[in-house]
């Protein structure tokens, strides 16, 4: 029996060669990999993703006939998101599912080729060929009990560290149903009933473009307007009506946590409101305005029901995500934003969600605007210099400033206000700390910068005169909401000036 059981192990390893080089090595083709220790690093990625569906097909093996269910089903499921990924660089997200479920035939069939159909039918042979092979094989015995141990390898191996979780979970076949429950689950949230806090619009203007623009990872001290050595923000500085605030505090550190507590009424006495009320979208609507989510990132199950309040969505990269290591830019977010101006009613809203400064910073910095070099060459972090990195980091943070001086020259004719506003900071390798979502203090001072146009300031002399005043005041990203709503002539009840820049 012994003998029967390895032949049935070399079965489940050449089903999980056949699975990790077709359908999960494609996820790497947009990798950095400029030396042999980057090739070394995703074979590397690639055994443990791998190890992953071996467990799945360990367990769907046991049974013949489950054997000859899932194996050509998987196979056409590969074939499908591999094909995609490598014609199209796209990779499932929940907003491509939403668009998939809202997509008419028509849509669909014009992402359909050849190449498509013949990939599906080369792998349906070969799952095929794996299923006669399979007949052959005699089922280990006590095949109940090699299931049990195969579901508890399983459990352990997907619970056992969180960040290869992550990553198991945006790879084939673990994605689609990630993907599926995170859809579900944001459906959800889109059905559950928020409390809008009261409020007040007494200065309301005829006409006014609020833009906001949501920042990712880039901290404060970065920024040449706070004094950082370098010029990493000349355009910005090289203009007037241009407030930054160096002392912004986030409680949170990552992305998820810390976009609910900026859009929502939630502070540190109310953390809870960030689930419970409707954010600032939602009031500027009634208040007559027209409102735009424009993103480059997703749409997070904590804040998915903020951007639905808003009129208008457009994701310009819905199919990429951060395991994409495919070049995509906040300029991007341009063309929809005029398409929108054109059109524009008296009162505007724009919540532009940037990618900003989020890793792979390369990849997210058109390389004319690599100003600081040596970039870096590694997708692990850790594997490039501090000189490499700090000079990637700075990119982005000098192409953001390019980004928002192109907005602004948009809005400077208009009477306008722009808030730019990071999520959080970043770790650049203090105390061995490298990204975000971790502890340390460089994650918890984001950098914030308000713009407004010269007819903004002639319609609100007060408030300028406040930011003014208030920009070297010690504030928690909370007081986005109340003071947004402020620049826009809408008070909210109980608004105090501690949370509130305009005042
Ligand atoms: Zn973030």
């Known amino acids: 029996?012994?003998?029967?059981?390895?032949?049935?192990?070399?079965?489940?390893?050449?089903?999980?060669?056949?699975?990790?080089?077709?359908?999960?090595?494609?996820?790497?083709?947009?990798?950095?990999?400029?030396?042999?220790?980057?090739?070394?690093?995703?074979?590397?990625?690639?055994?443990?993703?791998?190890?992953?569906?071996?467990?799945?097909?360990?367990?769907?093996?046991?049974?013949?006939?489950?054997?000859?269910?899932?194996?050509?089903?998987?196979?056409?499921g590969g074939a499908v998101v591999s094909y995609y990924r490598v014609a199209f660089h796209a990779t499932i997200t929940p907003m491509i599912i939403d668009a998939t479920l809202h997509t008419n035939g028509g849509t669909i069939a014009g992402v359909v080729s050849w190449?498509?159909?013949?990939?599906?039918?080369?792998?349906?042979?070969?799952?095929?060929?794996?299923?006669?092979?399979?007949?052959?094989?005699?089922?280990?015995?006590?095949?109940?009990?090699?299931?049990?141990?195969?579901?508890?390898?399983?459990?352990?191996?997907?619970?056992?560290?969180?960040?290869?979780?992550?990553s198991i979970n945006q790879r084939y076949p673990y994605n689609v149903v990630h993907n599926l429950i995170e859809y579900k689950q944001q459906q959800v949230q889109l059905n559950s009933n928020r409390i809008t806090l009261p409020y007040t619009a007494k200065e309301l203007p005829d006409s006014i473009d609020v833009v906001f623009v949501l920042g990712e990872a880039a901290r404060a001290?970065?920024?040449?307007?706070?004094?950082?050595e370098r010029e990493t923000t000349p355009l910005l500085a090289a203009r007037k009506n241009i407030v930054s605030f160096p002392h912004i505090y986030s409680e949170a550190t990552y992305t998820s946590t810390s976009v609910p507590v900026i859009l929502s009424p939630a502070d540190s006495l109310h953390p809870t409101y960030s689930g419970s009320h409707t954010s600032f979208i939602h009031i500027m609507n009634e208040c007559g305005f027209r409102s735009a989510w424009i993103s480059n990132q997703d749409n997070g199950r904590t804040y998915v029901s903020f951007i639905h309040e808003a009129d208008t969505i457009i994701f310009p990269n819905a199919s990429k995500s951060v395991f994409v290591f495919d070049p995509w830019y906040d300029e991007q977010l341009l063309p929809p934003l005029d398409s929108l101006t054109a059109r524009s009613t008296a009162r505007n809203l724009y919540v532009l969600h940037t990618i900003g400064s989020h890793w792979y910073y390369n990849l997210h910095v058109p390389e004319a605007y690599f100003r600081f070099t040596p970039a870096t060459t590694e997708r692990v972090i850790t594997n490039n210099t501090e000189e490499q990195i700090i000079n990637s980091y700075d990119n982005t943070i000098a192409y953001m400033d390019v980004v928002l001086d192109s907005l602004i020259q948009r809005l400077e004719n208009r009477c306008a206000i722009l808030i730019y506003l990071s999520d959080h900071g970043e770790a650049l390798g203090e105390g061995g700390v490298y990204l975000h979502a971790a502890e340390t203090e460089a994650l918890h001072l984001p950098a914030c910068v308000v713009w407004y146009s010269d007819k903004y300031a002639k319609a609100y002399p007060d408030k300028t005169e406040a930011l003014i005043r208030n920009k070297d005041k010690r504030y928690r990203t909370d007081f986005l909401y109340h003071s947004i709503l402020s620049a826009a002539g809408i008070e909210t009840e109980g608004n105090c000036p501690e949370m509130n820049i305009f005042r």
């Open 221 to 228: 001290d970065h920024l040449q307007l706070n004094g950082y």
């Open 1 to 76: 029996m012994r003998r029967e059981y390895i032949k049935y192990l070399v079965w489940v390893v050449c089903v999980t060669i056949w699975m990790t080089l077709c359908f999960i090595a494609p996820d790497f083709i947009d990798n950095p990999h400029d030396s042999v220790r980057s090739v070394l690093t995703i074979g590397a990625y690639l055994c443990a993703l791998g190890t992953a569906s071996l467990w799945i097909i360990y367990i769907a093996g046991l049974n013949k006939y489950i054997a000859f269910i899932s194996i050509p089903l998987l196979g056409i």
């Open 115 to 166: 190449q498509l159909i013949g990939w599906i039918v080369l792998n349906i042979t070969v799952a095929i060929g794996f299923c006669v092979w399979r007949r052959g094989l005699k089922t280990p015995t006590y095949a109940w009990l090699h299931a049990i141990i195969g579901v508890i390898l399983l459990f352990t191996y997907y619970t056992m560290n969180g960040r290869l979780r992550s």
